[in-house]
């Protein structure tokens, strides 16, 4: 039920903390106290199931920090408070088109929702995103392969590969509104283009970064070069794979945003401009936060995946 | 000329003699760019100035964006990384946040500061504030305890370990923020340019390279103009990333 | 070793508990005279690093008190310099930069103008011998260079305690060897017994210590304790033929009797 702030194991280890680090008897002890009062209330109120954890022996008193509340209610609490000035904010901007209040934007949603746009323009970009994730796997993680595997082939590509990549996916939207028209393909291709080259390059550097002795022990047990890609290479090179998707993702989730609001007739890109122009911001919002929450579920799915399928390589993303 | 450098030649040399061959197949009117066309417009646009007002006025509006977005991101990952309890308050929303990219909030960004430089600045600011953010949290936060315990027993206060040990030792991962920062600020300017340029008017308009795509692209259906900003947006974005990596192995030499 | 005035460190009762159950240290008590130099030995994991630590203030007794001058231990000061295995020294300054850090931001900063702060760093270049490298940084010296920048930071700030935590052990033989006799005459083992600093040295190896110590704390692990403190009663300045004197040998015999099982142990 109560949390005590963690002691830690070796103060050589871990990560920084200035206010763990430096004891609590050099600092305000009165505050301390104060703050420990308040919190044990709140903290009550709050108590999960998690149960009493009993310590051996007494702590010294030098040694009695303030207590934490669990990392769920901090989040809870400080998105509640960026909740609480936005609605402030609205109020004293008191203009409903500059800055609509958050119950402005929860009434627009709910809105949306009822009448089936959102779900209409959400599903026509997820399905864009989708579609643009399977193009780009089709074409970068069998390149990527092949460019790990045969050196050769990966010096005469790569040139072409490192000069298109700097040209970013939008910079490609005004040629291809003259060769697609406004659409649906041309935010495919974009969002494939985007999907592309995180896919291609950690492909390659999933491939590169399979121990040879692994591929050495395959051939000596008599393996077919077929087979050694199959069974060795590929499932060693998974984890970069996933990596690379979830950049894609990323990237294409961005893009799609851009191509859809420029060179689109649907889709979420699409109704933000849209609803802009018809000077509609709670709606604007609306789609906003529709396509924060797309980015950040893609995200947790793609994770979720990775965790499931590479168990042994999980690794932090510093992007 | 060594093996290596004419194989790494050759597959682009080819692309681009088998473009120009398309190209010359077309009836003459054709509007299709081809790279005779396309040297062609960039030395007219160069020489008319077109092209590197754009390009300077892009540059800028980046430059600006990204000391804003650096200043915050900076601070506040430095804040974060030195005190558990100010990341686990802020990291919600900033995470909330970090998936918005920053052209989706561009259509406010415009309702709220026009299309002027306010607008830009803002944009470009948004986009280079989460790399920042959150490789300067990393960063500050993985800095060896030793050094902050070596500190600490020569009495300096927590203040001034937060300035001249963490920030110094978090270098390398605020560099490489940075550099991330920086390339997704360019990208997210040309957007910008380009949203602007295609929804709030015709020429005359905001100015930058993006905006001078797509009035090339609507106005006068200059293929080739198109190809020759495509080609100078990647020049800058390649640049712009060997420029900090060269600044990275100067300034952090101490690295090993 | 004259007893009878006060004892610079106190420890009384001292227990440390890591994650509520490993317990690192227990019911601990001891004195630490003014101005000698006192080693602590014993097995790996018998706690020798965490008495340091908390003696730095790095780290809190989970029962007891460790005083200093009669006064309360409450955190890390300027008072009691540290000077770690790995050196901590700041990759990104040079080592006149390493060394004066302390004079430049400690707590005694406004007194001491850049001028007398670079007189003072000049004169520790000098004394650990460093005197040609101070432009360099950490990343371009050699082991033993590091070590000697480690030890002239921790001199700078002039702390009454010196806390060092195996600084020795990842040198090569030769320079451990030459470095301890240096240690010994930058501690001031030449100057008279009032002059010198108390310095507390842990070590693995017990002829190091017998070589340096004016006592040697003997501890045991599971759980860490003191087992034994031997009084080192050779003369000073300890000169190299030391080591081949007949009582350091005895002495050396007599700490590794009362670790060997332990130790044995802990390899097994």
Redesign the interface.
């Known amino acids: 039920m109560r949390r005590r702030r963690d002691v830690p194991s070796d ?12 004891p609590v008897a050099s600092r305000s002890t009165q505050r301390n106290h104060a703050k420990q009062r308040l919190r044990r209330g709140i903290v009550i109120v709050a108590a999960t199931a998690e149960g009493t954890r009993t310590t051996a022996g007494l702590p010294s008193r030098a040694w009695r920090g303030p207590y ?1 509340l669990p ?1 769920a209610l ?6 509640l408070i ?1 909740l609480v000035i936005w609605q402030c904010a609205s109020l004293w901007t008191g203009n409903p ?3 609509p209040s958050p119950v402005g934007v929860v009434d627009a949603l709910v809105d949306l929702l009822r009448s089936g746009e959102l779900f209409d323009q959400a599903s026509v970009s997820i399905a864009r995103l989708m579609i643009s994730l399977v193009v780009a796997m089709v074409l970068a993680i069998p390149l990527g392969l092949l460019m790990g595997l045969l050196p ?1 082939v990966g ?6 590969i490192e ?2 990549r ?3 996916g ?6 291809a ?2 060769t697609f028209g406004i659409g649906g393909t041309l935010p495919i291709f974009i969002m494939s283009y985007a999907a592309f080259f995180p896919l291609l390059f950690n492909t390659i550097a999933g491939v590169r970064s399979v121990d040879a002795r692994l591929v050495s022990a395959a051939r000596s047990m008599g393996l077919r070069r077929s087979a050694i890609v199959l069974h060795v290479v590929l499932p060693a090179s998974l984890p970069s794979v996933i990596v690379g998707l979830r950049l894609a993702i ?1 990237s294409g ?2 893009a799609i ?2 191509a859809e ?2 060179g689109a007739d649907s889709g979420v ?1 699409f109704a ?2 849209w ?3 018809l ?1 509609m ?1 709670a709606k ?2 609306a789609f ?1 936060v529709v ?6 579920s893609a ?1 947790l799915t793609i994770t979720a995946v990775h965790r499931r399928l590479t168990p042994w390589a999980v690794t932090a993303e ?2 | 000329m060594s093996a ?1 450098h004419f ?6 040399v080819v ?1 681009v003699v088998l473009w120009q061959a398309w190209a010359m197949t077309l009836p003459a009117k054709s ?1 299709a760019p081809s790279p005779a066309h396309v040297v062609k417009e960039f030395g007219a646009l160069v020489s008319s100035g077109a092209l590197p007002s754009a390009t300077v006025q892009s540059l800028g509006r980046v430059v600006l964006g990204f000391v804003l977005g650096a200043m915050l991101g900076i601070t506040t990952g430095a804040l974060m ?5 100010v990341h ?6 900033i ?3 970090r ?3 920053a ?6 960004v ?3 500061c026009g299309t002027g430089l306010l607008a830009a600045v803002a944009i470009v600011g948004y986009a280079a504030f989460f ?1 920042l953010v ?2 300067t949290a ?1 960063g ?17 206060k ?1 203040s ?3 300035r ?3 920030l ?2 978090a ?1 390398p ?1 605020i560099f ?1 923020g940075a550099r ?1 920062a920086m390339g997704i600020a ?2 997210a300017i ?2 910008a340019e ?2 602007v340029g ?2 709030a008017g015709g020429p005359g308009g905001s100015g930058g390279l993006g905006e001078m ?2 009035v ?2 609507s106005y006068s ?1 200059d ?1 080739n103009g ?2 020759v ?3 100078v ?6 640049l712009i ?1 060997r420029g900090f990596r060269a600044a990275e192995r100067r300034l952090l ?4 | 070793m004259p007893a009878e005035q006060p004892p610079k460190l106190r420890l009384c009762g001292i227990g440390k508990r890591f994650g509520g159950n490993v317990v690192a240290v227990q019911s601990m008590d001891l004195e630490v005279i003014a101005g000698e130099f006192l080693c602590i030995v014993g097995p790996s994991g018998c706690g020798k690093s965490t008495v340091l630590n908390m003696i ?3 780290d809190q007794p989970s029962d007891g008190s460790i005083e200093k001058d009669g006064v309360l231990i409450k ?8 000077m ?1 295995q ?1 050196y ?1 020294l ?4 040079t080592v006149e930069a390493n060394i004066g ?2 004079l430049r ?4 900063a406004r007194q001491i103008s850049a001028a007398e702060r670079h007189a003072r760093v000049g004169r520790l270049v000098d004394t650990v011998g460093l005197r040609g490298s101070e432009h360099k ?3 371009q010296l050699s082991g033993g260079m590091r070590q000697r920048c480690a030890l002239a ?1 921790l001199l700078a ?1 002039e702390p009454d305690v010196l ?1 060092m935590d195996e600084p020795l052990a990842a040198l090569d033989a030769q320079t451990r060897t030459i470095l301890q006799g240096e240690l010994l005459r930058i501690w001031g083992e030449v100057r008279p017994v009032e002059e010198r600093r108390t310095a507390i040295f842990i070590t693995h190896g017990i002829d190091e210590a017998v070589f340096l110590a004016d006592r040697v704390v003997v501890m045991s692990s599971q759980p860490g304790r003191v087992t034994a403190i031997i009084d080192i009663g050779l003369p000073r300045p300890r000169a190299e033929s030391v080591r081949t004197d007949p009582e350091f040998g005895r002495l050396t015999e007599e700490i590794w009797s009362l670790i060997r099982d332990q130790a044995y142990r802990a390899i097994a």
Not at chain 1, 170 to 175: F, K, Q
């Open positions: 103060p050589f280890s871990g990560p920084v903390d200035l206010i763990a680090m430096v934490v990392r901090v989040a809870v609490r400080s998105l960026l088109l500059l800055l050769l010096e005469i590509i790569d040139p072409v000069l298109l700097p040209i970013s939008i910079a490609w939207i005004p040629l509104l003259f990323a989730w961005t945003v851009a609001l420029i890109g933000i401009e609803y802009r122009e000077l911001s604007v919002l906003i396509i924060g929450l797309i980015g950040y995200n510093l992007r | 290596r194989r790494s030649m050759v597959l682009p692309l509007a990384g030195a005190f558990r309890s686990r308050n802020l990291d919600p929303i995470e909330t946040f998936p918005v990219a052209i989706a909030i561009l259509p406010m415009i309702l709220w790399p959150i490789n990393h500050v936060s993985h800095v060896d305890r030793r050094l902050v315990q070596a500190a600490l027993t020569m009495g300096v927590p001034t370990i937060l001249t040990v963490l110094p030792a270098l991962s490489v991330l360019w990208t040309i957007a380009l949203a295609a929804k795509m797509f090339d692209y259906v293929l198109i190809v900003c495509m080609i947006v990647g020049i800058v974005s390649l990333d030499a101490w690295r090993l | 730095a203030g790095l955190g890390p000061g300027a008072d009691r310099g540290v770690f790995d901590a700041f990759p990104w300054r850090f302390g931001y400690g707590p005694r940084y950490p990343h930071r700030n806390l």
